[in-house]
């Protein structure tokens, strides 16, 4: 049976794609490196220091390990500045429909997000009051596509996988979903998503209704 919902933030909750998008180009732009919105779609749920790695081989450079933090760092003084912008507005259509939905009947709620500064994208838009329990990027070492955000925050709820459902936009982040045994619904195009348990286009499409017909055995 479904106890619990667990979230990814970026992409799914809000959409901070394009914040770090501005960001990692204007470090790439200060580096000479190049960085493109295709380069970006592939940082998608992956952590920072993966994010860089990413960069960095696509750009042919390497750098000791000490500069490397010094970059990724830079970019998210850049990053964390711009979330000061972010209000309750920002939420993407049908996330804060969705949330309010799960609590009003009375499901267990969790954060399982890659990011380090999950505390502050909540704090901005006032969301921090839905959710049981919040995993980060500070929760757990590996980041996805192991599964263990995941884990964490089944853990913390109380509950094993088979009774949460995953809600994910990043190919990387369905597969540590799948790799954690959860069910999973995929929030965006079929050639990212297309291998969660169910898929939509959008998080507007995402009702609790849809989501229960989906899963009917386990409701
Ligand atoms: C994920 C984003 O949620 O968080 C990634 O999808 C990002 O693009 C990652 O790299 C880490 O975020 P942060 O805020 O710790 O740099
Ligand atoms: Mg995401």
Redesign the pocket.
Known sequence: MIKGFIF????VITD??EL?YTAWKKLSDDMDWHFDRDLNEK??????MD?IKVIMDHNDVSLDDEAVVELATKK?DI?VESLDDMTPEDYLPGARELLTHLRSEGFRVALG?????ANKVLKQLNATHFFDVIGD?NSVSKSKPAPDIFLYASEKLGLSPENCIVFED?EKGIDAAKAGKFHSVGIGPEERVGHADIRFDTMKEATLFEVKSHFKDLF
């Open positions: 990814d933030l970026d992409g901070t794609a770090h940082l998608r749920g992956i952590s920072r994010s998210n990053y997000s890659a990011s380090k500064n990027g990043a």
